[in-house]
C-alpha cells in the first residue's frame, strides 16, 4: 500500500512558476515508476509528466515539453514537478500517481498507476 500526499499548488500568475511535490509513504518508493496528471473542470484526467522508478527516464506531454521538468528523490520518497512558463490552460487539479514497475520506464497511460493523491490545485491568472 502506498499514499501519496501532494503539496505546493496555489496561485500563480501567468509566466510565472510552481513546484509540486508528492510525499510517498512506504519502503518501497523506489520501486514504482511514478506520474504526474491533471484534470481541468470539464475536461478528462490528462497525462502531464511520469518518471522511471530510478529516475533516469522521463516523459512528457506535448504541451508541458520544455516548460515542466519532472524528477524524484528516492531517499526522501519524493517526486517533484517543477513548472515554469505557466499558462492559464495550465490550471487544473494535479494529481500524483505511483505504478508498481515492472520495466525502467515512466508509464503515460493512467491505467498503468496503482496509487492516486488527492490532488492540489493550481490556477494560473492570465
Known amino acids: 500500500q502506498v499514499q501519496l500526499i501532494e503539496s505546493g499548488g496555489g496561485l500563480v500568475q501567468a509566466g510565472g512558476s510552481l513546484r509540486l511535490s508528492c510525499a510517498a509513504s512506504?519502503?518501497?518508493?523506489?520501486?514504482?515508476?511514478m506520474g504526474w496528471f491533471r484534470q481541468a473542470p470539464g475536461k478528462e484526467r490528462e497525462f502531464v509528466a511520469a518518471?522511471?522508478?530510478?529516475?533516469?527516464?522521463?516523459n512528457y506531454a506535448d504541451s508541458v515539453k520544455g516548460r515542466f521538468t519532472i524528477s524524484r528523490d528516492n531517499a526522501k520518497n519524493t517526486v517533484y514537478l517543477q513548472m515554469n512558463s505557466l499558462k492559464p490552460e495550465d490550471t487544473a487539479v494535479y494529481y500524483c500517481?505511483?505504478?508498481?514497475?515492472?520495466?525502467?520506464?515512466?508509464?503515460?497511460?493512467?491505467?498503468?498507476?496503482?496509487?492516486w493523491g488527492q490532488g492540489t490545485q493550481v490556477t494560473v491568472s492570465s
Open positions: 500517481a505511483a505504478a508498481a514497475a515492472v520495466y525502467n520506464s515512466p508509464y503515460k497511460d493512467p491505467a498503468r498507476y496503482d496509487y
Open positions: 518518471v522511471s522508478w530510478s529516475g533516469g527516464r522521463s
Open positions: 512506504g519502503r518501497t518508493f523506489s520501486s514504482y515508476a
